[in-house]
């Protein structure tokens, strides 16, 4: 699973009798590079997507089903309950972009209320779920084209080529839009415009900016999953660079800072200690952290400007009961 891509890294699939296949990608270690600068950078930073790896991603699963972490419930909710307006809004033969898809559990919803959908496009770093999951789609949607893409979706990525006359609808949801700067949000954003073309469409999920009790909660659960899904990014480490990481050592701290509207997840080194990381020494204090995540919270006005600077225009905006979060259909302009 790399952290970074080239073309000869991206696996692009190809659909022979029905069955995707992935093409075997020749490096799948995290790049050493991008993890040394972070480090060497005050604060030190790691990137999230390195979360992502087959354990990373189960665990990652376990917090969407926690009681503290509402966000995925309230994103099923809105769309079990507008999947048909979304439908009619995306109208026939559609061809849908998921930019990350995890389990593959929320595209079925669109799948199932679609009319006659004409392709399907998983892009996911976790080489391993992405197969699982199209394996599995092109079983239960034999008449959709599933066309994985196994690739870091941050980067620009050539989408493989789709069936002819099909309007393109991208699908980000999780509000994995707030793991992205505001700034690197709009770039995202904009390239995905350019990836949906002319007449295209994005259903976006974006968490709202709520009380920091609940949110604080949301990032640091009682049952410690997350912070087992942040110390995970050490242990990767430790596994596929050759790093040093003592994880007795670091713990788990996440918070929200009102100011900057964002969650944000550390690992704090307990001791003053120097960690060897693919064969460089890294010096931390005691009480020093790697910021490993921001999860930025949205109100209206940021959301439409957001919208707005991507190349967009807000076609229907649809909360949760408890207004928690908000699923939005966008056409782009
Ligand atoms: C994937 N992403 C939207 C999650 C979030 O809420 O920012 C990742 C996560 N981090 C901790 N818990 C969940």
């Known amino acids: 699973m790399p952290i970074t891509h ?7 699939s190809a659909s022979r009798h029905g069955v995707p296949r992935i093409v075997p990608r020749p490096d799948a270690s995290p790049v050493r590079e991008e993890v040394l600068h972070g480090l060497h950078s005050e604060p030190k930073t790691l990137p999230p997507k390195l979360f992502y790896d087959d354990i990373g991603a189960a ?14 419930r309230a994103e099923l909710e809105v769309l079990r309950k507008r999947a048909g307006e979304i439908a009619e809004l995306a109208g026939p033969r559609v061809a849908l972009l998921e930019y990350g898809s995890g389990a593959g559990v929320k595209i079925r919803l669109l799948l199932d209320a679609l009319e006659s959908p004409a392709a399907y496009v998983p ?5 391993e779920q992405l197969g699982r ?3 599995e789609l092109a079983a239960e949607y034999p008449g959709v084209a599933i066309r994985p893409l196994n690739a870091d979706y941050t980067l620009p990525l050539p989408v493989p080529p789709l069936p002819q006359g099909s309007r393109r609808v991208a699908f980000f949801p999780g509000s994995t839009i707030g793991n992205f700067h505001p700034m690197e949000a709009a770039i995202f954003l904009g390239r995905v415009r350019r ?3 002319r007449g295209g469409a994005l259903v976006l999920g974006v968490d709202r900016r709520k009380s920091a009790a609940t949110l604080n909660a949301a990032y640091d659960d009682s049952a410690g999953v997350t912070a087992a899904f942040n110390l995970n990014m050490l242990a990767r480490l430790n596994r596929d660079l050759h790093a040093h990481f003592d994880l007795s050592t670091f713990e788990h701290r996440a918070f929200f800072n009102s100011r900057a509207s964002r969650v ?3 690992l704090v080194s307990k001791v003053e200690q120097i960690v060897k990381v693919a064969g460089e020494p890294i010096y931390f204090d005691k009480g020093e952290s790697i910021w490993t995540e921001s999860s930025y919270k949205y109100d209206r006005a940021r959301l439409e400007e957001l919208i707005e600077t991507a190349g967009f225009r807000m076609r229907k905006l649809w909360t949760n009961r408890r207004r928690q979060f908000w ?7």
Request: hydrophobic content about 50%; overall charge negative; some cysteine.
């Open 6 to 12: 080239d073309e000869r890294s991206l696996a692009v």
């Open 59 to 72: 665990l990652f699963e376990r917090i969407c089903e926690l009681p503290e972490y509402y966000l995925t």
């Open 123 to 127: 892009i996911d770093i976790s080489r």
């Open 133 to 135: 999951v199209a394996r």
């Open 195 to 197: 990836a949906v073309g």
């Open 264 to 266: 944000e997840m550390h």
């Open 327 to 333: 699923v939005a259909y966008l056409e782009a302009v």
